[in-house]
């Protein structure tokens, strides 16, 4: 396709529900990332791949939260037991290069909301 | 403590009109600074990239310039249109693998 796209565009989930969040990157984009976005801020740092590899998970806030991306390409979080302040927005970018330092091109996000 | 503080929080103008927005940050080791709009509902695009030894670029009626010595950002919009209404997020990034720094943004509204 021509950019990143997730889906679900909108979930809700009832308190303690288990979801998931599909990212496809840009074909051949080495880099994904996965932010969340809470209402009026800016995007913070949950996740980074490098190809098929995790490379940084500094950002997940708990063990509940889980990703993957098994091929190098299409990625999945994953969070479990979803608690209110688990709602936000969760973007998915991805870039052509390896590391952080470059463009990110973003898709248009997830947003999460718990009941 | 690494950080990307902007300002103002929020801007209301008129459409024709220029306005610029201000992005400080305390990030170190510094690789790039960018800056991306935001729509309402979508995800950040980006509008200019710039290195350590670029002080300014443009795109289209998007200025934006860097003063790494003082550790200071501009984003200049000229002439304003309906569709600048956006969230206007600074991203600064640092090398050596260090991870990228988003501001809370600014939410700029242009009135007809």
């Known amino acids: 396709g021509a950019g990143v796209s997730q889906s679900p565009r909108y979930k809700v989930a009832k308190r303690g529900q288990d979801v998931a969040l599909r990212c496809d990157p840009i074909s051949g984009h080495v880099s994904l990332f996965w932010y969340q976005q809470a209402l009026g801020q800016g995007p913070e740092f949950l996740t980074y791949?490098?190809?098929?590899?995790?490379?940084?998970k500094s950002g997940l806030p708990s063990d509940r939260f889980f990703a993957e991306r098994p091929e190098g390409s299409v990625s999945t979080l994953k969070i479990q037991r979803t608690q209110q302040e688990d709602s936000a927005v969760y973007l998915c970018a991805s870039s052509p290069d390896p590391g952080h330092n470059n463009e990110q091109f973003f898709g248009p996000g997830t947003r999460l909301t718990v009941l | 403590k690494n950080q990307v503080e902007q300002s103002p929080q929020s801007l209301i103008i008129l459409e024709g009109k220029n306005c610029t927005l201000q992005c400080n940050y305390t990030v170190s080791p510094f690789s790039n600074l960018r800056w991306y709009k935001q729509d309402t509902g979508r995800g950040p695009v980006s509008l200019t990239i710039m290195t350590f030894s670029e002080n300014t670029k443009s795109n289209g009626r998007y200025t934006a310039t860097l003063d790494a010595d003082t550790k200071q950002s501009s984003l200049h919009i000229t002439a304003s249109q309906l569709s600048d209404s956006a969230s206007y997020i600074c991203?600064?990034?640092?090398?050596?693998?260090?991870?990228?720094?988003f501001g809370a943004g600014t939410r700029l509204f242009v009135k007809a």
């Open positions: 791949f490098q190809n098929e590899a995790q490379l940084d």
């Open positions: 991203v600064v990034s640092g090398g050596g693998g260090f991870k990228t720094i």
